[in-house]
């Protein structure tokens, strides 16, 4: 059975960088992409991105600018750098993996997401 | 504000049945699937229903889901108080390039 387990820094300054990582135990991460979802206080579920096992990525455009995602496929790992934070991206940050993929002419997206890490709550403060 | 609306909230006794909707534009939701997950607190999020109204295994048969061409529906039947949670919707948004949930119901099972 595939868990998740992540970790990282929870206590930040504004413009510092969040860096989180998602180990994948029990299954390899080859043949699904791994996202990054985030659940701000009092505000619903944001995604942030996804990556595979070769690297290729996909993220939200509101957050591409500031999301790095890398994979290490050696530690069965994958991990999230979010750069410039600000209070906004206070958050609970969730690493997931994507189930089936649709597929269409200009890409594919993760139908739904399955299992979840356990979370890793990051405060932007000054 | 979410793309996706869902009620802020809804309540029934235990044993009851209760929906939570999810409206959205035809581009997100009428061409694209809808997963639903529960949030209890303090645990990660659980996927309860997966490509519309597929539930994944182990997931018990009182959690169904349903969609039209700009809305989606989560079903719970026999309420029990460990149903108390918040619940998602969510969706691929072709516009916005994104996946993209909904602001979340907070469900009191009273």
């Known amino acids: ?126 | 504000q979410s793309v996706l609306t869902q009620p802020p909230s809804v309540s029934a006794a235990p044993g009851q049945k209760v929906t939570i909707s999810c409206s959205g534009s035809d581009s997100i939701i009428g061409n694209n699937y809808v997963s639903w997950y529960q949030h209890l607190p303090g645990a990660a999020p659980k996927l309860l229903i997966e490509d519309n109204d597929a539930r994944p295994s182990g997931i018990p048969d009182r959690f169904s889901g349903s969609k039209s061409a700009t809305s989606a529906t989560l079903g719970i039947t026999g309420l029990q108080t460990g149903d108390e949670a918040d619940y998602y919707c969510a969706a691929w948004d072709r516009s916005l390039g994104t996946v993209v949930f909904g602001g979340g119901t907070k469900l009191s099972v009273l």
Request: with cysteine; hydrophobic share 35%; proline share 6%.
């Open chain 1, 1 to 126: 059975q595939v868990h998740l387990q992540q970790w990282g820094a929870g206590l930040l300054r504004p413009s510092e960088t969040l860096s989180l990582t998602c180990a994948v135990n029990g299954e390899s991460l080859v043949g699904y992409y791994w996202s990054w979802i985030r659940l701000p206080p009092g505000k619903g579920l944001e995604w942030i991105g996804e990556i595979n096992h070769s690297g290729s990525s996909n993220y939200n455009p509101s957050l591409k600018s500031r999301v790095t995602t890398s994979v290490d496929t050696s530690k069965n790992q994958v991990s999230l750098i979010l750069s410039s934070v600000t209070a906004a991206d206070t958050a609970v940050y969730y690493c997931a993996r994507g189930t089936n993929r649709h597929h269409f002419a200009s890409g594919s997206y993760p139908r739904a997401f399955d299992p979840w890490g356990q979370g890793s709550l990051v405060t932007v403060s000054p």
